[in-house]
T-cell receptor, first 115, second 114 residues
Framework: DSGVTQTPKHLITATGQRVTLRCSPR?????VYWYQQSLDQGLQFLIH???????AKGNILERFSAQQFPDLHSELNLSSLELGDSALYFC??????????????FGEGSRLTVL | GENVEQHPSTLSVQEGDSAVIKCTYS??????FPWYKQELGKRPQLIID?????GEKKDQRIAVTLNKTAKHFSLHITETQPEDSAVYFC?????????????FGTGTRLQVTL
């Protein structure tokens, strides 16, 4: 158990719909990262939040948005869903010192299926 | 932005042999290079990492080397065992810990056969 909690574990929805994925980081971790992993694909970096602020952005679609709340949990919102958005979405948290990126602790992922 | 290339995409070795996975990165500002292992249906987990001020690091059967000049780093697994079978991802990160972008390679599926 990494200490990172993601909900829901599985989600099936239709094209055009909107979903929200939730992540609770490990206690004390200020950094939250979101990654997308499509079937047999690598981990695509979406976004990094640190203590409530967006700090780095990857190839995140405009239909996707995220935020980190004062209690440090984070949500990833996916709207106008397309078939190609079907993937495993990982959240990871990190202690994060001021110098280097620390070890990322991944949650179990939220598997999104768009029909 | 940073681009990380990883080779090979699949690797099959016999138990007891060594396995080597290689990665190259594009941005010379990258300063942190971790390796993650993802077993089937599970989450990625860190197995070893190296920072830009170090050339080599070893942890039991696993070692990582970094060549900053050539912008490449490698994972070496010796005396492979069946439980080493998994997908391995290299990654490169630039920026500080509070504003970092960790870019992963496309992964190497390692199969250790008996």
């Amino acid at each position: 158990d990494s200490g990172v909690t993601q909900t829901p574990k599985h989600l099936i929805t239709a094209t055009g719909q909107r979903v929200t994925l939730r992540c609770s980081p490990r206690s004390g971790d200020l950094s939250v990262y979101w990654y997308q992993q499509s079937l047999d694909q690598g981990l695509q970096f979406l976004i990094h939040y640190y203590n409530g602020e967006e700090r780095a952005k990857g190839n995140i679609l405009e239909r996707f948005s995220a935020q980190q709340f004062p209690d440090l949990h984070s949500e990833l919102n996916l709207s106008s869903l397309e078939l190609g958005d079907s993937a495993l979405y990982f959240c990871a948290s990190s202690v994060t010192s001021g110098g280097y990126t620390g070890e990322l602790f991944f949650g179990e992922g939220s598997r999104l299926t768009v029909l | 932005g940073e681009n990380v290339e990883q080779h090979p995409s699949t690797l099959s070795v016999q138990e007891g042999d060594s396995a080597v996975i290689k990665c190259t990165y594009s941005d010379s500002a990258s300063n942190y290079f971790p390796w993650y292992k993802q077993e089937l249906g599970k989450r990625p987990q860190l197995i070893i990492d190296i920072r830009s001020n170090v050339g080599e690091k070893k942890d039991q059967r696993i070692a990582v080397t970094l060549n900053k000049t050539a912008k490449h780093f490698s994972l070496h697994i010796t005396e492979t065992q069946p439980e080493d079978s998994a997908v391995y991802f290299c990654a490169a990160s630039m920026g500080t810990g509070t504003a970092s972008k960790l870019t992963f390679g496309t992964g190497t599926r390692l199969q250790v056969t008996l």
